[in-house]
């Protein structure tokens, strides 16, 4: 995908208003029962019900044109849509894994998935080794016969710990084990995984993807050998996407270059504005030059995003920080076009190796004015250091 037409190509990408009559938006495909002309229809689909039109849970238009938009976007041999980010992520490890088998995750990974492997795969015989991503060195001490999946989420969303993918993939392979990366703070525009040998690609199209805090969705890019069991597993489980938020996804891509530069200059204004505050202890921010991670974020990522955490001295209450802040609203999630503030202390993993002396808060610089955002956190900076 060349960088000088992105723009036009994701205006256009997946888009045939000649088969709708002219409509350049698609229309809903709502329906549960798919009916067919005769027996033989029937049978060719029940042979191939994963990608022709079978049951209205296994897929349909909406579902497949989205499937064929992501293969194109991550230049991958097939793809799958899930309900979630976090159900993309859950389905690929079930899918992948097996009793008395092994999964090695990145500590710095999304809570939900901390959780899940603890409190879920653990259900299965399934067991969970966490390593530090910047102790890449010491995998293959902790690789045994039993390791199946090496698991990544590279940067993490809260301290933006990068690994250095391009070598624990050659650890990786040597080893015949599968790889997974959560991609959702870099987008398919910030970097493509395939293209340095992972196996599979995951993307929660809840966060930037869709770009507006209204819609749940994930995408796996994969192998069709991957796609099958991936697939398989999902559809055993029950889990479904709705048209509806395939859609709204797929409208988002349309302004997604645009706003992700938009979110990145607005947060590059925020970054310098908070290194101007004394208050201020520490400032996680992957363009920052002081940044250990500064060299892989350039290594492997073409853009930045919205994404800052910081660190204030603990000396009076974080209601005094948190509550007169009028744009940056106290919320989970990120990605959509609103700022959004959220206090990290007691969020693990993460940040628990971080300086316990401090109140963390992690921010999503939205689309907002740069200067309404800098004079909003300077409101609450004012009252929290009044006594």
């Not at 938009?69 to 230049?75: G, H, K, R, V």
């Amino acid at each position: 995908m060349g960088k000088k037409d992105i723009k036009s190509k994701l205006i256009k990408i997946g888009s045939d208003p000649k088969i709708h009559y002219g409509s350049l938006g698609d229309p809903l495909y709502k329906t549960s029962t798919i009916i067919f002309d005769d027996y033989k229809s029937f049978m060719k689909a029940k042979r191939d019900k994963f990608n022709l039109p079978y049951y209205g849970r296994l897929g349909n238009y909406n579902i497949k044109r989205f499937e064929k938009i992501i293969c194109e976007l991550y230049e991958s041999e097939a793809s799958v849509i899930t309900s979630s980010g976090l159900s993309a992520i859950s389905i690929s490890l079930l899918s992948l894994l097996s009793h008395n088998e092994e999964v090695l995750v990145t500590e710095n990974c999304y809570e939900p998935v901390f959780n899940f492997c603890k409190k879920e795969l653990v259900k299965f015989g399934i067991k969970t080794k966490f390593f530090k991503s910047k102790n890449y060195l010491n995998l293959e001490k902790i690789i045994t016969k039993k390791t199946k999946i090496i698991y990544l989420e590279s940067p993490g969303s809260l301290n933006y710990e990068i690994d250095d993918i391009e070598k624990i993939v050659i650890i990786a392979k040597k080893h015949k084990i599968t790889t997974i990366l959560d991609n959702t703070w870099a987008t398919f525009l910030g970097f493509n995984p395939i293209k340095w040998g992972v196996d599979i690609v995951i993307e929660s199209c809840t966060k930037y993807f869709s770009g507006h805090s209204d819609t749940f969705c994930g995408v796996i890019a994969c192998s069709k050998e991957n796609r099958q069991k991936i697939k398989q597993t999902a559809v055993r489980i029950g889990d479904f996407v709705s048209s509806e938020n395939c859609q709204l996804a797929i409208r988002g891509l349309r302004t997604l270059d645009s706003r992700l530069k938009e979110h990145q200059k607005n947060a590059l204004e925020i970054f310098l504005h908070l290194q101007t505050k004394q208050c201020i202890k520490k400032i996680l921010y992957l363009p920052d030059k002081n940044n250990k991670y500064f060299g892989l974020w350039k290594k492997y990522f073409h853009c930045s995003n919205g994404l800052i955490t910081f660190a204030i001295e603990k000396k009076g209450s974080i209601e005094k920080f948190l509550d007169p802040l009028h744009f940056f609203k106290i919320g989970f999630s990120w990605g959509g076009y609103e700022s959004l503030i959220l206090p990290l202390n007691q969020i693990k993993p993460g940040i628990k190796n971080y300086n316990n002396s401090y109140f963390w808060f992690r921010i999503h610089v939205g689309l907002e004015s740069a200067n309404d955002l800098k004079k909003d956190l300077d409101k609450g900076f004012k009252s929290y250091e009044t006594k």
